[in-house]
């Protein structure tokens, strides 16, 4: 990694974590479309997966009473089959449609959380199963496989205490099971991982630090439609830069 490439990083890790601290979720969807520009995918998906198993950590130590622990133990055993399937395509998979598949994902998102598209209508548990499978795999293949999670679980709890507790228990298991993986597969063993996952943690405590100052003073509704933008900036720019190899 060259001196440029650690500067960018730099921002773009502040950014994430400084919108993690806010909203408690979306670090990843914003920082791992940025890096691709300037590291590979292997090399992304990995750093950014054990940052946000910290902030995960860092952020659930006051809501582990709220966690309600049915609603995770129905999403867990899908979600380990899409981790492994997910690691081996993320192994094997050329560049090209990785840059792709992310690319339209995140701007997916993006028009989702920019005209605020949701419904309130509560759904069955069966729907545990493509969701975990689906947040495992996307997970795995590109860091940001927790909007599956987060629009599940808004449908089955509507209490705010309990979804926040719930999604940060569910996101540290899903994290861990997705560090044991990588491991084993050896993306976590690449030079320069160690080095920049602990070059990167002052910038994750900072940018929680702010966010967390910041979040009463600006809505839900217009912090979403702010990630919103970003993340359709994001994941267009990734649709340029696949079109362009």
Same mark, same amino acid.
């Given at each position: 990694m060259?001196?440029?490439? *650690? /500067?960018?990083a730099f921002?773009?890790?502040?950014?994430?974590?400084?919108?993690?601290?806010?909203?408690?979720?979306?670090?990843?969807?914003?920082? %791992?479309?940025?890096?691709a520009? #300037?590291?590979?995918?292997? #090399?992304?998906?990995?750093?950014?997966?054990?940052?946000?198993?910290?902030?995960?950590?860092?952020?659930?130590?006051?809501?582990?009473?709220?966690?309600?622990?049915d609603?995770?133990?129905?999403? /867990?055993?899908?979600? %380990?089959?899409?981790i492994?399937?997910?690691?081996?395509?993320?192994?094997?998979?050329?560049r090209?449609?990785?840059?792709?598949?992310?690319g339209? #994902?995140?701007?997916?998102?993006?028009?989702?959380?920019?005209?605020?598209?949701?419904?309130?209508?509560?759904?069955?548990?069966?729907?545990?199963?493509?969701?975990?499978?689906?947040?495992?795999?996307?997970?795995?293949?590109?860091?940001?496989?927790?909007?599956?999670?987060?629009? *599940?679980?808004?449908h089955?709890?509507?209490?705010?205490?309990?979804?926040?507790?719930?999604?940060?228990?569910?996101?540290?298991l899903?994290?861990?099971l997705?560090?044991?993986?990588?491991?084993?597969?050896?993306?976590?063993?690449?030079?320069?991982?160690?080095?920049? %996952?602990?070059?990167?943690?002052?910038?994750?405590?900072?940018g929680?630090?702010?966010?967390?100052?910041?979040?009463l003073? %600006?809505?839900?509704?217009?912090?979403l439609?702010?990630?919103?933008?970003?993340l359709l900036?994001s994941?267009?720019? /990734?649709?340029?830069?696949?079109?362009?190899?």
């Open positions: 060259t001196p440029d490439i *650690y /500067l960018a921002f773009i890790l502040l950014l994430a974590y400084f919108i993690r601290g806010i909203t408690g979720f979306g670090s990843g969807l914003i920082a %791992i479309p940025l890096l520009h #300037f590291l590979p995918l292997t #090399f992304v998906v990995p750093l950014v997966l054990v940052l946000d198993f910290i902030a995960s950590v860092v952020l659930s130590r006051h809501t582990h009473l709220q966690v309600r622990w609603e995770i133990r129905s999403l /867990l055993p899908a979600s %380990i089959a899409g492994l399937i997910g690691a081996l395509l993320l192994v094997n998979l050329p090209e449609p990785l840059l792709i598949g992310l339209l #994902f995140v701007i997916f998102f993006g028009l989702r959380y920019l005209f605020n598209v949701h419904s309130e209508k509560p759904i069955s548990r069966w729907w545990s199963l493509p969701t975990g499978f689906s947040g495992g795999l996307i997970g795995a293949m590109f860091g940001t496989g927790g909007p599956p999670f987060v629009v *599940y679980l808004s089955r709890l509507h209490d705010k205490t309990q979804l926040r507790g719930t999604l940060s228990g569910l996101f540290m899903d994290g861990a997705r560090i044991v993986t990588f491991l084993v597969m050896g993306l976590l063993l690449q030079t320069d991982m160690l080095s920049s %996952i602990l070059l990167a943690l002052p910038l994750l405590g900072l929680l630090y702010l966010g967390n100052r910041v979040h003073g %600006i809505s839900r509704r217009q912090m439609a702010v990630i919103g933008v970003l900036g994941g267009g720019s /990734l649709l340029w830069k696949a079109w362009a190899l």
